[in-house]
């Protein structure tokens, strides 16, 4: 019997959900026949909660089916490179694979990742309550080709958004910003706090300032995955840095260019920051059980700037490369993996919150277990996933984002740093990240 | 003659013989060593990138790679930065290890459990001394901030600004491997005769004196060969920027190693990442031996 857990839990269970995991559903077997005996199927994801929660699952997708599973979960970096190689030499050593976010739009686009749809829609091979319409369309809408065919089947969302630590000094202050000049208001209201520093931020720029780019009007790329050129030297880019550098240099802890996502994470647990933006799975550990300020943290979606709101979403799928030579069984895999019963399963066991079924995000337990402090994160989650299903993520999946990235954090660095003034960061970050594309052999 | 002739046959013989069985050693080590550094130099020579499997056997453009790191303004300022690096932390542990090995060349009980405990920093991992100081140079948990602003002295994180993140490297890189300079230069002050050191006690030579014409022209060899190593592993300095500063802020710690690092193992330029680390190889060796060859254009005094 699975048991029902309280949101404290999920919350914790949530944390280590600072990757993901899902959980298969029971596959029927059909007539005690194995339909997949004697295969063996090559399975690859790289390192996170979620796969390592699904390797304890798949002993039952073995026995159900009858076939071998050989699982695989190097880390982030060694995956990719392995999987790049795989997918662009056309092998057939993988039958399953994650198609990671950042590198999508290169998979993806070039065809080494089968389309899912014809196995979706073919009722002999997926019935129809399996629900392949089920997943929000902000997330799959990122794993879909130029024809609109699902290339990958989502099993993480991760949103950005807002958070405080001090709910009731927030409400003293006007409550939770809605709007960046809101934000900067509530913080130059709030002044020096003892042992509290009014904002935080982990120091990967390449990812937490693109929420403030674009909701200043401002983008990476002038139209990926099309025309691939920077526009990082834009007025709206320049005053979006100028306003992110201000806000981690005037309210952030001192050495805040060097807090890494836990060092974040714990900063906030212990109550000393009072405003985070942040991913939704380290926002929601302040509602933990060994967090400090449990009961007065406080969330909201992040704020809209002057063109807008625009909060980052992020997420990985289950995927058939083009060269697997056992295309059915591989989505027998991921048929399972992803079903309906297996999502609410790894939501129920193992507290993993960042599904992307709307059946299970809509459910009354998810929606009880995501109500903090009165605060429905359900409900941001399900509308920053809708948000970003306008297609801005789509500068995420472009292969040479990383180098870009890299760029960009250097240049907020360099205006908290006060080494360059907003205007001189961002043209420096614009003229290399130019010259890194021109290495990579983009044409621009 | 003939006995001339039968020796030269034996030594031939026996060279052969000694080639014969150095042979396997020197195999494993052409496989271990000078293969790996020749595909290095072969990769150097093509735009090897994993993403594109073809580029690993394009040499149309030999020194491509070459030609790009010379006008690659990050790649000059990461040799700039690896400079003040390098130089700063040879000389600090220098300093600091012949100061306490001074100190520390007296016959004594206490002197010598102190000398053991010098040598704590370099026998611990590089990793473990980067989360040391990565605590200490986080204001927020220092014990040092939290120190020195109690007494009334409060600093700004050092590792977060321009001009003070590599200072801050360079005092953890120091920290870290004085104790081996120390260690160097006391093995050398014990080999130090005691007759000179008498005879200008008796002259009533004083400290200074002593140490400049006495102890430091017995040492100089020592510690021209201390200066090679330290300045070899400068170059390879990593753990520290890693966890530290991430090269940051703005490229403020970027040397050239990391430099390499990243445009290899995060941009996947590994063909460009394989000629910057050809030219470091290079560049230590090109220094390594000026550096002996200040050491020994003065030669050591002869007595």
């Known amino acids: 019997m699975i048991r029902r857990i309280g949101r404290r839990e999920l919350i914790g269970g949530g944390a280590a959900a600072a990757s993901l995991l899902v959980l298969p559903g029971k596959a029927p077997a059909q007539g005690g026949a194995k339909p997949l005996a004697g295969v063996n199927l090559n399975v690859s994801c790289w390192s996170a909660a979620y796969p390592k929660y699904l390797a304890d699952y798949i002993p039952e997708f073995e026995k159900q089916t009858g076939a071998k599973v050989t699982y695989d979960t190097p880390s982030f970096p060694v995956y990719n490179q392995r999987m790049d190689v795989e997918l662009s030499t056309g092998g057939s050593t993988y039958d399953v694979i994650n198609v990671t976010f950042i590198y999508s739009g290169r998979w993806i686009g070039a065809g080494w990742v089968t389309p899912l749809d014809d196995f979706i829609k073919n009722p002999k091979k997926t019935p129809a309550d399996w629900g392949g319409d089920d997943f929000l369309e902000g997330v799959a809408g990122q794993l879909r080709d130029k024809q609109g065919r699902l290339c990958g089947i989502p099993w993480i969302a991760d949103i950005f958004m807002a958070g405080t630590t001090h709910n009731e000094i927030v409400q003293k202050l006007g409550g939770m910003p809605d709007t960046l000049d809101g934000l900067e208001a509530m913080l130059k209201k709030a002044g020096k706090m003892p042992e509290m520093a009014g904002f935080i931020a982990e120091n990967h720029y390449g990812w937490t300032f693109i929420s403030f780019l674009m909701s200043y009007g401002g983008m990476v790329f002038r139209n990926p995955p099309d025309d691939l050129t920077p526009v990082l030297d834009t007025p709206e880019a320049i005053a979006a840095a100028d306003y992110y550098g201000n806000l981690l240099r005037t309210y952030g802890p001192d050495g805040v260019l060097s807090y890494v996502y836990d060092q974040v994470v714990q900063m906030l647990k212990q109550g000393k920051a009072l405003y985070s933006t942040n991913n939704q799975m380290f926002l929601v550990q302040m509602a933990g059980k060994d967090s400090k300020v449990a009961e007065t943290c406080g969330f909201s979606m992040f704020p809209a700037g002057p063109k807008g709101r625009r909060p980052q979403v992020a997420t990985h799928g289950w995927g058939i490369p083009a060269g697997s030579k056992q295309k059915d069984a591989a989505w027998e895999f991921i048929k399972w993996a992803m079903s309906k019963q297996m999502t609410e399963r790894m939501f129920k066991e193992k507290n993993y919150s960042s599904v992307a079924r709307r059946s299970v995000i809509e459910g009354p337990d998810f929606k009880k277990a995501l109500t903090l402090n009165g605060f429905d994160v359900g409900k941001m989650y399900v509308d920053t996933i809708e948000l970003a299903g306008k297609g801005y993520m789509k500068y995420r999946t472009v292969p040479v984002y990383p180098q870009v990235d890299r760029e960009i954090d250097a240049a907020i660095q360099a205006i908290v740093s006060q080494q360059k003034s907003a205007k001189e960061a961002m043209q420096t970050a614009q003229a290399n990240s130019l010259e890194q594309l021109k290495r990579a052999g983009v044409k621009l | ?303």
């Open chain 2, 1 to 303: 003659m003939a006995a001339g002739s039968l020796s030269t046959g034996w030594e031939a013989h026996r060279g052969r013989a000694f080639a014969l069985g150095l042979a396997p050693a020197l195999v494993v080590l052409a496989v271990t060593t000078l293969v790996p550094a020749i595909y290095l130099i072969v990769t150097s020579l093509t735009p090897l990138n994993p993403v594109n499997p073809g580029t690993a056997f394009d040499f149309s453009r030999p020194w491509g790679n070459y030609v790009s790191a010379l006008t690659d303004a990050r790649f000059l300022h990461s040799l700039w930065v690896q400079a003040q690096l390098s130089v700063v932390t040879v000389m600090m542990q220098l300093l600091v290890g012949l100061g306490l090995a001074l100190l520390l060349d007296l016959p004594s009980r206490l002197i010598g459990a102190l000398r053991t405990g010098f040598l704590l920093p370099m026998v611990l991992p590089p990793i473990v001394v980067a989360v040391i100081w990565k605590v200490l140079f986080t204001p927020d948990v220092s014990p040092l901030h939290h120190t020195l602003a109690a007494i009334g002295l409060p600093v700004h994180s050092l590792i977060t600004s321009g001009g003070t993140a590599l200072w801050a490297i360079a005092f953890a890189d120091s920290w870290e491997w004085f104790p081996f300079t120390m260690l160097m230069l006391l093995a050398a002050l014990q080999m130090v005769p005691r007759e000179p050191i008498e005879a200008a006690t008796i002259d009533g030579a004083g400290s200074l004196q002593m140490f400049w014409y006495v102890r430091l022209p017995y040492i100089r060899q020592a510690l021209v060969v201390t200066a090679i190593f330290r300045l070899i592993d400068s170059i390879k300095a990593f753990p520290l920027i890693y966890i530290l500063t991430d090269g940051g802020p703005a490229r403020a710690t970027e040397v050239t190693n990391y430099f390499a690092f990243v445009q290899t193992f995060n941009f996947s330029y590994w063909g460009y990442g394989s000629a910057i680390a050809t030219l470091m190889v290079a560049g230590a060796l090109i220094l390594s031996l000026v550096v002996s060859r200040l050491g020994t254009d003065h030669g050591v005094v002869e007595h």
